[in-house]
Nanobody, 116 residues
Framework: QVQLVESGGGLVQAGGSLRLSCAAS????????MGWYRQAPGKQRELVAV???????NYADSVKGRFTITRDNAKNTVYLQMNSLKPEDTAVYYC??????????WGKGTLVTVSS
């Protein structure tokens, strides 16, 4: 079992920045990939950024150059630094962890609202 708790969401004006955090607890030794997904109203959940245990990352094209995912293994925490935010970034952001055995866990989500 892995528990994920997100924090850092909120309301920000377009062009501003936010940093999301996701703290993992439980069977953290078995986590392979950690990442962030988002779901806007009326849309499907989509990948934002992921980082594998060896450090490689993937980003959605829409956030490349603006968002950065980092992982602090000592704190069992993954971060998402979001810069140059746009109204279309408004969504609930979910933390995701995939174990080496393939099981997937989700946090409850944190709301990011970007005003124009």
């Amino acid at each position: 079992q892995v528990q994920l708790v997100e924090s850092g969401g909120g309301l920000v004006q377009a062009g501003g920045s936010l940093r999301l955090s996701c703290a993992a607890s439980g069977s953290i030794f078995s986590i392979n990939t950690m990442g962030w997904y988002r779901q806007a109203p009326g849309k499907q959940r989509e990948l934002v950024a992921v980082q594998r245990s060896r450090g490689s990352t993937n980003y959605a094209d829409s956030v490349k150059g603006r968002f950065t995912i980092t992982r602090d293994n000592a704190k069992n925490t993954v971060y998402l630094q979001m810069n140059s935010l746009k109204p279309e970034d408004t969504a609930v952001y979910y933390c995701n962890a995939v174990l080496s055995i393939g099981m997937t866990y989700w946090g409850k989500g944190t709301l990011v609202t970007v005003s124009s």
